[in-house]
Structure formats: C-alpha cells, structure tokens
C-alpha cells in the first residue's frame, strides 16, 4: 500500500499542472487516409514507425497478477491488435460525431475475444509503480462523467507532423481546478512485454486505421 510520502515523492517525476477551461476543438483527427476520425466506429491504433517500432495494441495481463489487464503494444509490424472506440468528453449518443485533436477522450477497446477480468476495458493511468518507477496504462477506467473522479481515464491524441501520425498524452482539461499529471504515453521495455506507461522523453507516434482497412493486419491478443 501506497503512503502518502511515497506518492508525494512519486509525482516529482512528471510535471504538475494546472488545467485551463475546455475551449472549442478545432481540427478532428484524421486516419491514415485523410479521413476524419469518428464516434461509433471502430478503429485501430499502430505504430507509426515500421519495422522495430512494432506493431498495434493488444490486452495482457498485468504486472501484479492477471486484472487489471494492462494496454501492451505486440512486437510485430504485421500485428495491427485489437480495435477501439473513442468517446471524447463532449460525445452525444444520438449522432456520430467527429473526434479531435488536442481534447479530452476515453479510449476504449472493443472485443469479444478477451472474455476474462469483468473491469471495463477502458484506459486509464494506474497508481505509480515505486518498483518499476512507472506510470503504466492499464484499464478499468470510466467512460464519461468528466471530474475529479475520473481524471485518469481521459487522453488527447496530438498531431506531431504532416503525415497523419499522432502521439498520445495524458493531460485531462476535464477539471478547471485539478491538478494532476501531464505527460506523453510511451513504451515500456522493461520487462518480457511492450507496456504502455507514461514517458516524458520518448512518445509513442502512431497512425490510426479505420478496423475494416487494417486487412493486412491480425487481430491478436497475448492472452
């Protein structure tokens, strides 16, 4: 169990910050072929680098037993992983909407074949693991319900070039009076999985892919 000292001390490690009020998103996100990123399709999130960079994202088993499962990148560029849907903090359920750049959205994976651990297989940012001296993502977290109680569930995708590639951060503007964590999403090697933690030196750069164009990709889980 965590002391209020440890995580004191564990939160040096990033950049406290202090949120501003939402303000009106200005570009959507794009997929690999330009178009526009909506709610209520599914899509697929892969590593924009081909090669080492590896491939898609997948659920495993987490470092402290198996549930939570936590968000593992697969090791090959012929592995596109399982598909998501994101909910951004202003989505209405009656209407596709578009999704933007730079605002708050939970990111969740949509799949039948992972049928153990009853959480929700939503991101969020778990406790700081004092052993590994991480922030890792993992899931369990909340759709919606913006506020001081969910804060770890929301990220931002932000474009970093021309080319549709995309890096993911956690930085939730869901709470004018929060303070809280604000760091790019990475990738963890060190243990026997690709993990996704929080990084503030190496951001994970990706592209995203509407599911049914991912045909050259498999749909693969570690589980």
């Known amino acids: 169990m965590k002391t209020a000292s440890s995580l004191a001390i564990s939160f040096l490690f990033l950049a406290f910050i202090s949120k501003p009020l939402l303000v009106a998103p200005e570009q959507p996100l794009v997929d690999i ?10 899509y697929q999130i892969v590593s924009a680098i081909r090669g080492a960079g590896g491939g898609g994202l997948t659920l495993g088993e987490g470092r402290n037993g198996l549930c939570p ?8 560029d012929l592995m ?25 959205l939970n990111i969740i994976f949509v799949t039948s074949q992972i049928r153990i651990c009853g959480e929700p297989k939503v991101w969020k940012v778990d406790n700081y693991d004092e052993s590994k001296g991480q922030w890792f ?33 956690y930085c939730p503007s869901v ?21 996704l933690a929080l990084s503030k030196t190496r951001p994970f750069l990706v592209n995203i892919y509407k599911a049914e164009d991912a045909s050259n990709g498999k ?4 589980i």
């Open 219 to 222: 749909i693969v889980s570690v």
């Open 80 to 104: 596109w992983g399982l598909p998501f849907l994101f909910s951004p903090v202003n989505n209405t359920v009656d209407k596709q909407d578009y999704v933007y750049e730079s605002t708050d």
């Open 33 to 42: 072929r330009g178009n526009e990123v909506r709610t209520g399709t599914a």
């Open 69 to 76: 499962l936590d968000v593992l990148q697969l090791g090959s």
């Open 175 to 195: 709470c004018e009076s929060c303070v809280s964590l604000c760091s790019d999403v990475g990738i963890y090697y060190g243990d026997v999985y690709r993990r």
């Open 137 to 169: 993502i993992t899931t369990n977290g909340v759709v919606g319900n913006p506020g001081t109680q969910t804060l770890e569930s929301w990220f931002k995708f932000e474009k970093v070039d021309g080319n549709n590639t995309y890096k993911i951060k």
